[in-house]
């Protein structure tokens, strides 16, 4: 049983991108030997799903939802995918494949835009039943069924191809499988959670639906959750073989099987409560905690699990958590949506060179090579661009996993002492020290080695764009792409815009931010830009409480508490608390404000955080030596206020200025920015849902106990109008 465990754990890690030369992606299913093609016959074809039924008698369905580049199942087309199938039932056909009419994918899964506004259980829960009606259906077929994927298969997607007999997919890096329903605070409703156990076992299933995260056809080859992973070339004939000749449907390792028994269920779901709260409280994100309890109490009855799955789903989507996430969701999509170019003109940017191999500069030359662009990372010390390799494949290595692959993509990321790569990149990207001079001077040099087409963007994160664009003949050419640290794991890239910027230049920077799968937010040129204004009173703010004794921990925790993903303190140390210090001069240079003493102790003592192994924890294999946080009868009572008020102030002084085009980029870039709460909603979500008077009021009384940077800004009175 221990070595059953361990080959299951195994076949839980996720292989990204396949290796064409191993066993498996040669382990492709036979096709009809020596017969003809068969050919398809159209039988009918409806507004979201088109029916063809070929010379064997298979019926060919394939989802093409009208009006729209990717496939979702609305309440419309899923209505209309049940008539089809009761259609289906009655004609008996040899076998049915179901399939995608669009390249960019299977089923992203539900309609998200028809979860928004839900607040009454009852009606969520009957359209929640509909759904599991409809893929009912594809289940009690008297024929072999097949899905047949290619690219993603999320969510209600991935739950139609369970309801089916056997599943193919399209081995390609770019086809993903996943139930992420808990990232929008929910959890499967279609029947997934049920069918997906019943498939691969408990274990493996809740691996998956837990944490949300997608696997490649390869990985869900491995794990059960289809029966092949072929060429995308092969993708019918597998579907075509697998109804021609029937398999015994897949079954999980008998070991899966006994915990799936009701006197195991109570122990490994206690087991995974545990892992669950070390990463997401229950207060906060409920979804995961619900589906643990309806597999522990219904978890050998599918019946009563379908049914109670619809009640479970239907009193998430319509709570707080649920409802914020997916604002969340939809201001992610907001975000893609800012990268489209005029005219609908899509550009392929190529090759990407890189001035500066700080952490920074190589992070950014890595995970654009990453992302497939040709990429030469420019520093005249040779040493500094060692170390861009070297981290650059340690990162390869994680994400890609196959030798070959990862050394595909250190082929294309090159060292480049002499800036030879300058002359044709379609992207120069400067992430050098932050001084105006030596930035001036650069860009002199780059603009008359660049072709007249070429993005010119620094990446500096608190000087004004137009300090340095002064040194340009062309000042209109020069765009901020400021990126956050680490690279590879923060989504947003600030789109810095100063009055004489192009906007044809901004909207290609956003449209380069988007192909390598990041989400560009336009910003107005200005001290801190957006993120690091908000960030920086809250973090000062976090010094002055443990100044005045209040133990880190505890500063820590309630901003954990209060749904922060890190701690004010720990976060500091994290960024380098001499970058927090340069920072904090820039904007108190402008924007006035006291620097904490202790912050600059910390720096003249070369403690600066987690790179150098203290700061304000010590630091033991990069992980901070906390004491516990103890429940201090002496913690002062407006604690958690002094530090979300302090960041609060600022947005609304930031929206005040306009320094992004409204409140929903203004909470799009927190969220992805800072990590502000996402089951808020936002900052500005959250000042709302909280109370503009409420809050405004905490803030006069902060003032009036600690001083003014606690004042109101004067944008409040403009909220107070709307609230």
């Not at 008539?83 to 960019?104: E, N, R, W, Y």
């Not at 920074?360 to 995970?367: P, S």
């Not at 799009?668 to 849902?689: D, K, S």
Request: aromatic letters at 6%; charged letters at 25%.
């Amino acid at each position: 049983m221990t070595n059953e465990r361990a080959d299951e754990e195994k076949r839980m890690q996720d292989t990204q991108t396949p290796n064409e030369t191993s066993p498996e992606a040669q382990a492709k299913p036979p096709a009809p030997a020596a017969k003809k093609k068969a050919t398809h016959k159209k039988k009918n074809s409806h507004k979201h799903w088109h029916l063809e039924k070929d010379d064997a008698g298979i019926a060919w369905l394939s989802a093409d939802r009208a009006n729209a580049g990717t496939n979702s199942l609305s309440a419309e087309v899923l209505d209309e995918l049940g008539d089809i199938l009761d259609s289906i039932a009655a004609s008996t056909p040899k076998g049915l494949v179901i399939q995608s009419a669009k390249p960019s994918g299977f089923i992203a899964g539900a309609d998200v835009k028809e979860f928004v506004g839900l607040k009454d259980t009852e009606t969520a829960a009957h359209l929640i039943r509909r759904g599991q009606s409809v893929f009912d259906k594809i289940e009690a077929l008297d024929c072999p069924t097949v899905a047949a994927i290619n690219g993603f298969c999320l969510g209600g997607g991935l739950e139609l191809a369970l309801a089916c007999r056997y599943r193919v997919a399209d081995e390609d890096p770019r086809t993903r499988l996943g139930l992420p329903e808990v990232r929008l605070g929910i959890h499967p409703g279609f029947g997934g959670s049920m069918r997906l156990i019943r498939l691969i076992g408990a274990p493996s299933a809740m691996g998956l639906m837990l944490t949300g995260r997608t696997i490649s056809a390869r990985a869900a080859k491995k794990l059960g959750v289809v029966d092949y992973a072929v060429p995308a070339r092969h993708l019918s004939n597998a579907a075509r073989h697998l109804i021609q000749s029937p398999p015994v449907a897949h079954q999980p390792p008998r070991w899966a099987s006994w915990l799936n028994h009701r006197l195991l269920r109570p122990a490994l779901g206690y087991y995974l409560k545990r892992q669950v709260s070390a990463k997401a409280s229950p207060k906060h994100y409920p979804a995961p905690y619900a589906l643990i309890d309806l597999w522990v109490a219904h978890g050998d009855d599918p019946k009563a699990m379908l049914a109670e799955e619809a009640f479970s789903v239907a009193k998430l989507i319509t709570g707080y958590t649920a409802q914020n996430l997916i604002r969340v969701f939809l201001l992610q999509e907001k975000l893609k949506g800012l990268a489209k170019t005029a005219k609908g003109k899509k550009e392929v940017f190529k090759r990407v060179h890189v001035i500066g191999g700080g952490v920074m500069g190589g992070d950014i030359a890595a995970w654009c090579a990453l992302q497939g662009l040709q990429v030469s990372v420019q520093d005249r010390k040779r040493e500094s661009l060692a170390k861009v390799m070297q981290r650059a494949h340690k990162l390869f290595k994680k994400k890609l996993k196959h030798p070959r692959i990862v050394q595909a993509a250190m082929d294309r990321l090159m060292p480049d002492v002499e800036g030879l790569g300058l002359r044709r990149a379609d992207v120069v990207i400067e992430a050098i020290f932050e001084d105006v001079e030596a930035k001036q001077n650069l860009f002199k040099e780059v603009e008359k080695k660049v072709g007249p087409k070429t993005i010119i963007a620094t990446n500096t994160s608190s000087i004004p764009l137009d300090e340095i664009s002064s040194a340009l003949k062309n000042p209109a050419r020069l765009v901020g792409l400021h990126f956050f640290n680490p690279v590879a794991m923060m989504q947003l890239v600030e789109i810095v815009t100063a009055d004489l910027t192009d906007k044809a230049v901004a909207q290609r920077t956003a449209a380069f931010t988007k192909q390598i799968k990041r989400l560009p937010l336009p910003v107005k040129s200005g001290p801190g830009f957006l993120v690091n204004r908000i960030l920086m009173p809250y973090l000062m703010e976090a010094v002055v409480l443990e100044s005045e004794g209040v133990p880190a921990p505890a500063i820590d925790k309630a901003a954990v508490d209060f749904g922060m993903p890190m701690g004010p303190i720990h976060l500091a140390d994290t960024v380098g608390l001499d970058i927090c210090l340069h920072v904090a001069e820039n904007l108190s240079a402008s924007l006035g404000g006291d620097i904490p003493k202790k912050l600059r102790k910390l720096v003249e003592a070369k403690q600066l955080g987690r790179k150098t192994g203290q700061g304000f924890y010590k630091y033991n294999k990069g992980k901070p030596e906390k004491p516990s946080a103890t429940q201090d009868s002496k913690l002062p009572a407006d604690l958690t206020d002094r530090l979300m008020l302090r960041m609060l102030n600022e947005a609304v002084a930031c929206l005040r200025e306009s320094v992004v085009d409204g409140e929903d980029l203004m909470d799009a870039g927190i969220i992805f920015g800072t990590g502000f709460a996402p089951f808020h909603g936002g900052p500005m979500h959250y000042l709302q849902h909280t109370g503009v008077d409420i809050l405004h009021s905490r803030l006069q009384e902060l003032a009036k106990r600690h001083g003014d940077r606690f004042k109101p800004d004067a944008g409040w009175s403009s909220l107070k109008e709307i609230g």
